[in-house]
């Protein structure tokens, strides 16, 4: 069985608050984008990837991957160079994967023209590829799936492309083995596994879950006890340090996690493009609408699932022409940026757990607020764009 860990690494470019009574200088905070850089900074970056480089001496045979979106890149940069630094850091070993995915962390394979999200893809793997060679191995915005998205992402010459291993997709089969997809010629996907994934994401700290604590022997013990030819674990990477605090034990989990494999002889672990490289596909899956990773329903409602979003996303989408035909880069990278999915997450209203997520991360109040300090500022840059 193969161990496949992937991370995603992002951080949102968040708005300043705009109103009718007044207008700041610019249109994202960059006081508040600043602080929370350099405390996830703290909290994991920092902390996280020097654990994992101590763990790739250490263990020879240890191997992982990351996605780090454009807009990360950028804020790494301009705040926190020394995140950026020990990211190179990882990258020199040779045994980390960066994959590829839309730079500005967009919604833009939701356009119905897909030339933006062709360009946001080409322009992440230049970035990328600052850091490292570029992966042969996609994966989209919030890992949201379709037949259509891994046709356009081998179109582009990926190999691979990760999805959700959903239960109404897959039946009977098992997300442990690769699978080509219908339409598809070559491109094989990585299914993630989402429970064994979220007991590490989401489940880690919960006191009132039957497995907690969860140890890196207990852990690796479940996953030698699976079917098939490979494990995805992929989560986001605040999962340590920032979503489960360091004195819950998760770092710990991860210092132990890697020898816990090695003493279990039909474990080993791989990355993304040695999964595509070493594994045939099992079967061909059919996904004709889009999934994703996010919330209970693991489609797009997280960020198309109201009036509000809904609302917002067609008015972004009607200033592509104009941005463009303007030839302005400034005007061009401020849209691209206030395409961010997390600008529409943020108005996400839900129930329950879902809910709490989507205000766990949001800045604003409310969704409602979230919604009008948007548009205050789509509709500012709109002006903006008429008198250029």
Not at 41 to 69: G, M, R, V
Not at 73 to 83: D, H, I, N, S
Not at 325 to 345: A, K, M, V
Not at 352 to 374: G, K, M, T
Request: net charge negative.
């Amino acid at each position: 069985m193969k161990i496949c860990i992937y991370f995603q690494v992002h951080q949102p470019m968040r708005l300043s608050r705009y109103s009718v009574f007044g207008r700041p200088l610019g249109y994202f905070d960059d006081e508040l984008n600043s602080q929370i850089m350099h405390k996830v900074a703290q909290k994991c970056y920092l902390p996280a990837n020097n654990l994992i480089l101590e763990l790739l001496e250490k263990h020879p045979n240890f191997c992982l991957s990351f996605s780090l979106t454009g807009v990360f890149l950028e804020q790494c940069k301009k705040f926190a160079p020394e995140v950026l630094e020990s990211f190179a850091a990882l990258a020199a070993s040779k045994k980390v994967e960066f994959l590829s995915e839309t730079y500005y962390h967009s919604l833009a394979f939701l356009f119905q023209e897909k030339d933006e999200f062709i360009e946001q893809v080409k322009l992440h793997q230049q970035a990328i590829s600052q850091l490292a060679p570029p992966s042969k191995v996609f994966r989209n915005t919030e890992a949201m799936f379709s037949n259509d998205v891994a046709y356009l992402a081998e179109r582009l010459g990926y190999s691979g492309i990760m999805a959700e291993g959903l239960d109404h997709i897959l039946g009977w089969r098992s997300p442990n083995y690769l699978y080509t997809v219908k339409g598809c010629q070559k491109i094989k996907a990585l299914l993630r596994h989402y429970r064994l994934s979220d007991d590490i994401g989401y489940r880690f700290s919960a006191r009132w879950w039957s497995e907690y604590p969860l140890t890196a022997e207990k852990y690796a013990r479940w996953l030698s006890e699976l079917s098939g030819e490979c494990v995805n674990i992929f989560m986001d990477y605040e999962t340590f340090g920032e979503h489960h605090w360091q004195d819950s034990g998760i770092f710990e989990f991860l210092r132990h996690l890697p020898a816990e494999v090695e003493k279990r002889q039909n474990l080993e672990f791989a990355t993304p493009s040695q999964l595509v490289d070493t594994l045939a596909p099992k079967d061909d899956i059919d996904v004709p609408y889009l999934t994703s990773w996010a919330d209970i329903e693991r489609d797009t409602s997280a960020w198309l699932g109201n009036q509000m979003q809904q609302n917002a996303f067609a008015l972004l989408q009607s200033l592509e022409k104009p941005v463009k035909e303007s030839q302005d880069p400034e005007l061009l990278h401020i849209w691209r940026l206030l395409g961010n999915s997390d600008h529409f997450y943020y108005m996400c209203t839900k129930s329950l757990s879902d809910q709490d997520v989507h205000n766990y991360f949001s800045p604003y109040d409310s969704p409602f607020e979230a919604y009008i300090n948007y548009m205050n500022v789509l509709l500012d840059f709109q002006q903006r764009l008429k008198k250029s």
